[in-house]
């Protein structure tokens, strides 16, 4: 079975433990520096910080997207320098309702590690538990081997696929982002407004309990199968604005026991960055 999610007094439980390794990955889209200021702050004891925007992505070329994907090799690499094995236990955490904790989570299961999980209601969920917290930064880590990439437990798509999907239909996307974006009503954050013609709208905060945690798997099926409307969760691809929080639902789906979607990781500031592209608003 996927893993998914877990608490906080199960985290706290296995902290110390040997093979696990804990990963904070707080961030702001607006402020590059807060997640690890957050983090320097106060952060759970051993965790490492990851930055989504210098050590997550790729070099940005203007045509693919504001968070590319490293290569499956390059990432490997990272995760043997902060100690995983394939047997360790990864837990991602964040402060954003999960959405980097699943692009980190959807990451490594590209990458072929299945031992991964959420930390559901993140940081929040963890000083409300009153359980301990560190300010002091881990020693940098020790270079090692990098971790050979292994058979993806995640699958994704090009721009192209998404482009000849939308004439001869194979697949159906859903767009992550807030209503208003997907309408193209504003546009915070990309040049151009709007979604890929024939997407689906889920915006990725609707996952979520008032308390930051995540739906039931009962509840997040009930909707998920509202919107799927009997499609096949493997016919299902995600995108958003850059990759991040499409990984929320398709997280929420693997919780909701719908598994097999997979993540257009360029998403809409790829997509948009190609004036040929072809650009729909409106519900």
Not at 119 to 139: F, I, N, S, V, Y
Not at 157 to 162: R, T
Not at 262 to 283: I, M
């Amino acid at each position: 079975m996927t893993m998914t999610l877990i608490s906080a007094a199960g985290l706290a439980e296995r902290l110390n433990a040997p093979g696990v390794r804990v990963f904070d990955v707080r961030h702001d889209l607006t402020n590059h520096s807060a997640g690890r200021q957050a983090y320097e702050a106060g952060h759970i004891p051993g965790a490492r910080y990851l930055d989504h925007e210098t050590e997550l992505a790729a070099a940005r070329t203007g045509r693919n997207g504001r968070h590319p994907l490293p290569s499956r090799a390059a990432f490997g690499a990272l995760m043997a320098a902060h100690g995983v094995t394939p047997e360790t236990l990864v837990v991602a955490y964040d402060a954003s309702g999960g959405m980097y904790a699943a692009h980190l989570w959807w990451m490594l299961r590209w990458l072929g590690h299945g031992q991964v999980a959420v930390l559901d209601g993140g940081w929040q969920a963890w000083t409300a538990a009153g359980l301990p917290t560190a300010a002091e930064a881990e020693p940098a880590p020790a270079p090692g081997a990098a971790v050979e990439p292994g058979v993806a437990l995640a699958g994704s798509v090009e721009a192209q696929a998404v482009l000849d999907n939308i004439a001869r239909p194979s697949f159906t996307v859903i767009d992550a982002r807030a209503a208003n974006r997907y309408r193209g009503e504003v546009e915070p954050m990309d040049p151009v407004a709007g979604h890929i013609p024939g997407a689906l709208n889920r915006p990725n905060g609707e996952n979520l309990q008032p308390d930051g945690r995540f739906k039931p798997a009962e509840q997040l099926r009930a909707e998920f199968a509202g919107l799927l409307d009997g499609r096949d969760p493997a016919s299902i691809v995600h995108q958003c604005g850059s990759g991040i929080t499409a990984c929320h639902n398709l997280l929420s789906m693997e919780i909701a026991g719908l598994a097999g979607s997979r993540l257009y990781p360029g998403s809409w500031s790829e997509w948009c960055s190609d004036p040929s592209r072809p650009v729909a608003k409106g519900a």
